[in-house]
């Protein structure tokens, strides 16, 4: 079997169907996908939702979306795959891949000959999200994560590429943009950097979280996404406007706990902090104390773990450091 690729339409038609990957290591899966053919002319975009499969408000957003749109209205494609990592999806396993335990938005490019995170991302890089001229990934806080709406773009160097991206991460109308370096960021291996450094101009969409499938979360996700369209010239209209202020964000410090045990949060997805300012009180399991987790940075919390079961190095805070 060789690589199944992304299949359209004709113009003015949408279809859904499946995909399939020539690897050993990913036999017996096929990831459902929309692809949707304009009546007009114009760019192709890749949508994704599910990297972490028990992040629901995007995937519904993203099903949401892709059954709603009109061929008719669009010009160009638009190419939409609900749930990258099926194996998490199905065993409601958050933030990693339960077949080697690996995060599915650490591994790419990804290996033609590594564990099943890194065959799956080599091939969703070169079969999907290469396919097209623009990029929008969509997440949420995973099952433990409380969390404040956000795009996240990784500049690439190149100017055209990054002020596209930007212009994207602006039109999606979260509260916060969080703009990271080409190097030196908070995390490496995401499929944005892939894209990014492929010359797509790509962003990472944030809304909802703990679990939760909230109305809320899903319109924001796809008000986001017809307004990017929109600005892109792929849908008529004004891009609906951005409710309240955004605020760019350009340093993201992630604060991780030394030692685990259980946490005491003593902050929530929003507050804002100074350097120094308690984050929460970890112990062990007879009580005693381990640490004071105070913030190293002033900002605002972006996002916040939920659980007190904290692993060493476990992740507990991310703080959002506004320019200016």
Known sequence: MSDSSIDFPAPGESSQRSLAFDSQALAGYEW???A??????GPTICLIAGIHGAEYPPIDALIRFCRGLDPARLRGRVVGVPVVNLPAFW????FVCPRDGKNPNRAFPGKADGTFTEVLAYHFLRTVIK???YFIDLHCGDLVEDLMPFTLLHQCGKAEVDGLAMNMAVAYGLPYVIVEPPTGGAVSGSTDMAAAEAGIPAVVAEAGGIGQL???AVA???RGLSRVLQRLGMLDGEPEPIPGRQTVIRGFAWVRAERGGFFRKAVRAGDALEAGDPLGEMIDLWGGPVATITSPVSGVALFVTT???IADNG???GIGQPEG
Do not use: K
């Open 32 to 34: 459902p996908y929309f």
């Open 36 to 41: 949707i053919s304009g009546a007009h002319d």
């Open 91 to 94: 065993e409601r396993t958050p």
């Open 131 to 133: 396919q097209g001229q």
């Open 214 to 216: 909230t109305d809320e």
């Open 220 to 222: 924001m996700h796809t």
């Open 307 to 309: 659980s007190p079961a």
């Open 315 to 317: 992740l507990l805070v």
